[in-house]
């Protein structure tokens, strides 16, 4: 009697001992394409047991997280572009986290001062310049690009991209509007066509011989190479690191943030110290050609072989807050038209 008691009972703590923990899980919407994150998903889930669900979005967060509300499924939000982290955030939809991992992981200049949201790599902004037409040291400033010098010779896409937007904010920071106007009525005035495409588009068109110079991201420039087409297009061109005439390089972030709804607080937090860790910031880095932003961190040699630079030190959130001021400037002088 007493042993079967006994057995039943260690029977029943054997049978709860079995059962699976309850899985740990967190829910990220994405802007960033999913062969950017899936190896650090992967290795996430590797290390630590936590299930990702990634639902990748083109458009709409903002909307989306706002339509869903408190019963949103997303603890994490990664996307580039500090006008997209700062709409979120300036939308109500993301919770300040406090982590000394993270504070430790990302310094400051590419952390929001609120802790609403944490940068993982950068991107510089930079020119593209002709191999075959342009000499070295001509073009070094973006204020430069202004100059009636490069008449009929510049290429870039639509001013009103978030890319060609974030400069604009920064010439807008450095100069003031007066200033800022004419230096889009002179870029545009010295344009060899309308703006149109994407970044990699302009610089086809400088191999195609449409213009000398163009206004691109990094990170194409190793897109292009890693392609069998666009490579000749990357072969043409120098890539040259302008600065602002008081300032450095004008550069972006891809980061993270936790929403302010996120069921999943703990394993956001989790996923958000393991996003930041200097080894997956090199990973994350490494599958765009960006550049790790964390101390003792490094790009890959490629991207290292363009060349060095000094990140402009103006605040993103200050950039992202003279967003609208931009766009107005940009609308006013017709930049596309
Ligand atoms: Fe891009």
């Known amino acids: 009697m007493f042993a079967s008691l006994k057995n039943t009972a ?35 889930t590797a290390e630590t047991g936590i299930k990702v669900n990634v639902a990748y979005l083109k458009k709409g967060m903002i909307e989306r997280l706002q339509a869903e509300g408190a019963r949103s499924p ?7 572009d500090i006008s997209r982290l700062a709409g979120v955030v300036n939308a109500g939809l993301t919770q300040p986290v406090e982590s000394e991992t993270l504070a430790a992981n990302v310094p400051a200049q590419y952390r929001d001062p609120e802790n609403h949201w944490y940068g993982l790599t950068t991107r510089a902004r930079i020119v593209y310049a002709s191999k075959d037409r342009v000499a070295d040291g001509e073009v070094t400033t973006y204020e430069d690009l202004a100059d009636p010098k490069w008449n009929g010779r510049i290429c870039t896409r639509s001013g009103t991209h978030a890319y060609n937007v974030a400069l604009t904010s920064a010439i807008l920071e450095h100069h003031g509007a007066e200033e800022t106007q004419q230096w889009l009525e002179g870029v545009k005035s010295n344009l060899a066509r309308k703006p149109q495409g994407n ?56 980061g993270v943030a936790m929403t302010k709804s996120a069921p999943n607080k703990d394993a956001a937090l989790k996923m958000m110290e393991f996003l930041t860790s200097p080894k997956a910031q090199e990973i994350y880095a490494e599958a765009n050609f960006e550049y790790p932003i964390a101390d003792g ?3 890959v040699d490629l991207v ?23 766009i107005k400037l940009i609308e006013t002088v017709d930049f596309d038209g």
């Open 74 to 80: 997303a603890d994490v939000i990664l996307t580039v």
């Open 10 to 44: 260690f029977a029943a703590a054997a049978t709860i001992i079995a059962l699976p923990a309850v899985a740990e899980e967190v829910n990220v919407y994405s802007y960033r394409q999913p062969e950017l994150i899936k190896p650090l998903t992967d290795a996430f």
């Open 199 to 254: 970044d990699r588009a302009q610089v086809k068109a400088i191999w195609a011989g449409e213009c000398d110079i163009s206004i691109g991201n990094t990170y194409y420039m190793g897109k292009m190479l890693s392609d069998d087409e666009q490579k000749a297009w990357a072969d043409s061109v120098n890539v040259i690191f302008p600065t602002f005439e008081n300032g450095g390089t004008h550069v972006n972030v891809s």
């Open 304 to 326: 290292k072989g363009w060349g060095t630079f000094t990140p402009d030190a103006v605040n993103l959130m200050t950039l992202a807050g003279q967003r609208d001021a931009a």
């Open 297 to 299: 961190t490094e790009a």
